[in-house]
DNA sequence: GCCAACGTTGGC
DNA sequence: GCCAACGTTGGC
């Protein structure tokens, strides 16, 4: 069992809209490590911190568990689509996606802020300098404590 | 809105 | 294979 870290716009798609639909596919994600991460490394089951980004207080909001194996991301074929691919075909898509199914809310945001106050997380990719990375994973041990934070 | 950091693209 | 140009991310 492996544990994540998913970012979202909350202008986009937010913790509230994960509740609401319950199960969501993660589309969108055009970075190969990211991509890898979701194709590679998440099984079904697997637990995620769901992140908010780009907002006033940028932190993590909810839970959501891995729901499905990787398949190919619908959006890359969909010329109408802003995640439209050209490069990427059918017969071997580019991009992969998982979907997302809602866990809960946390009874509040543990903010980048606080977690960046924390020495034992430091090493954390989401606090490293310059991650842009939207899709990473969290060491059990941190992802604990976190969960303890709350 | 700014800009640092970083990934991707494409000319050579 | 190098690297400049460009686009994007995301905190502030």
């Known amino acids: 069992m492996n ?10 798609f937010s913790i509230d809209d994960l509740k609401r639909k319950k199960q969501e596919a993660w589309d969108g994600v055009r970075n190969y490590q990211a991509r890898n991460f979701m194709r590679d490394g998440m099984r079904p089951g697997d637990k ?16 959501a568990e891995v729901a499905t194996d990787a398949y190919p991301d ?14 990427s075909s059918r017969d ?8 997302v199914k809602f866990v809960k809310k946390l009874k509040r945001t543990i903010s980048l802020d606080e977690l960046k106050s924390h020495d034992a ?7 490293r300098k310059g991650n842009r990375l939207s899709v990473m994973p969290v060491d059990a041990a941190d992802w604990k404590y976190i969960l303890a934070l709350e």
């Open 74 to 87: 619908p959006s890359q074929f969909d010329p109408k689509s802003k995640y439209f691919d050209p490069g």
């Open 121 to 127: 997380l430091v090493e954390m990719p989401l606090l």
């Open 3 to 12: 544990h994540w870290l998913m970012k979202s716009e909350p202008d986009a």
């Open 48 to 63: 995620v911190f769901f992140y908010h980004s780009n907002c006033t207080t940028p932190g993590i909001v909810g839970i």
């Open 92 to 99: 071997n898509p580019r991009w992969t996606l998982v979907d």
